[in-house]
């Protein structure tokens, strides 16, 4: 779907620019884009290797332990259909302490093996349960200190003030958080009320035998 949009808007827009004579202009954005790309890639590596090294050293300090430690009871809270001591949780804590810390590439594969195992608790493996619409909701939305890749990016493109947005950033995440959980709790609740799903002749057999 997603793919059939993007070919559509550029079937388009090349279409448009040729109706219009400005074939020209478009060739010169798509290269001029492409160049800003690697440009931007190239600049953010030395920045993303930097924060990610403070992470690894956060690591070894325990920062991230602390911050696991910190944020543990609320987790219980948000998946109480996960069992305490289960290797899912660790994966969920190390995904949001990542996330808190504006660390978006060492936040995904903590989040890739935290769905891993709450897939393994999932009875019914074609349709997400609670707790991984919990965790793709928080993982989008999280609440972060220091948005380490945005300052990354300003500081590529020269602004004065990079660590200015750190502020506005952790407002809005905040709203965007609470927003998340306030929806992610409004349909569990229905979830609870709505009638039990009947099991097909397949999953019945396969749940009684």
């Known amino acids: 779907m997603v793919n059939g949009i993007w070919l559509g808007m550029i079937v388009f827009s090349v279409g448009y620019a040729a109706v219009n004579g400005r074939v020209q202009q478009v060739t010169e954005a798509v ?4 160049q800003t790309g690697v440009t931007v890639c190239f600049g953010l590596i030395s920045i993303m290797v930097f924060w990610l090294g403070m992470m ?3 690591e070894s300090a325990g920062l991230v332990g602390l911050l696991s430690r910190a944020v543990a009871p609320a987790v219980r809270w948000l998946f109480p259909d996960v069992p305490n001591n289960h290797p899912a949780f660790g994966f969920i804590l190390s995904n949001m302490s990542a996330n808190l810390l504006g660390l978006g590439n060492a936040a995904t594969p903590m989040g890739i093996r935290a769905m891993q ?3 393994k608790l999932n009875p019914r493996p074609d349709t997400a349960t609670p707790a991984m619409c919990t965790l793709l909701a928080l993982n989008t939305a999280s609440i972060t200190l220091v948005p380490t890749t945005l300052i990354a990016i300003r500081m ?3 602004s004065a003030h990079p660590a200015d947005i750190i502020s506005s950033t952790l407002l809005a995440t905040i709203v965007s958080t609470g927003a998340a959980i306030a929806a992610d709790r409004w349909y569990r609740s229905r979830n609870r009320k709505a009638p039990p799903l009947r ?3 397949a999953e019945a057999e396969t749940k009684g035998g």
């Open 31 to 34: 290269f001029t884009g492409a």
């Open 56 to 58: 690894r050293i956060a």
């Open 117 to 119: 195992e709450l897939q």
């Open 156 to 158: 590529n493109f020269g």
């Open 199 to 201: 099991l097909g002749p």
